[in-house]
């Protein structure tokens, strides 16, 4: 009876290690940087949607058809190129798009450390990213934002 028990536990145990480790939040450490690349870029081009945007620590209002953002991360042969698209809310549809530049992966040794690089030496923090979403940080002028996206 109690091998049984114990049997039982160990199967359970189990159970909860393997579910936690396919969790879609989990995020395992030692990324490698042509890893964070492909979850940012699907191997070609990738779209996410801006679903919260922090201005120093306030949040910013996404209510309306003008607040809507999304940023388009575009693999290239050694780099990620980076495009910011606004909704056009008049009458003609589209978007209004801002390149904001090709940038690298930070990393020692191949492996992952913390930030995408731009190649005019400005640089995103990435703090959490997964297949479907992405939490990052970088200041421009002095403000600090904060950004997280979500698949599209």
Do not use: H
Not at 42 to 66: G, H, Y
Request: with cysteine.
């Amino acid at each position: 009876m109690r091998r049984n028990r114990g049997i039982l536990l160990a199967g359970v145990f189990f159970s909860v290690i393997t579910l936690i480790n396919c969790s879609e939040e989990f995020v395992p450490d030692g990324l490698y940087d042509y890893q964070v690349s492909r979850l940012l870029s699907a191997d070609s081009n990738k779209l996410w949607t801006v679903t919260e945007i922090f201005r120093d620590k306030e949040l910013q209002s996404l209510a309306n058809c003008e607040d809507s953002l999304f940023l388009l991360f575009t693999f290239t042969d050694d780099s990620l190129f980076v495009q910011s698209l606004s909704r056009l809310c008049l009458e003609v549809e589209g978007f209004d798009t801002l390149d904001i530049g090709s940038a690298v992966p930070s990393s020692a040794g191949l492996v992952f450390t913390d930030s995408l690089v731009f190649e005019d030496g400005e640089y995103w923090i990435i703090y959490e990213i997964t297949w479907e979403n992405c939490q990052l940080y970088f200041e421009e002028n002095g403000v600090k934002t904060d950004y997280t996206l979500l698949k599209s």
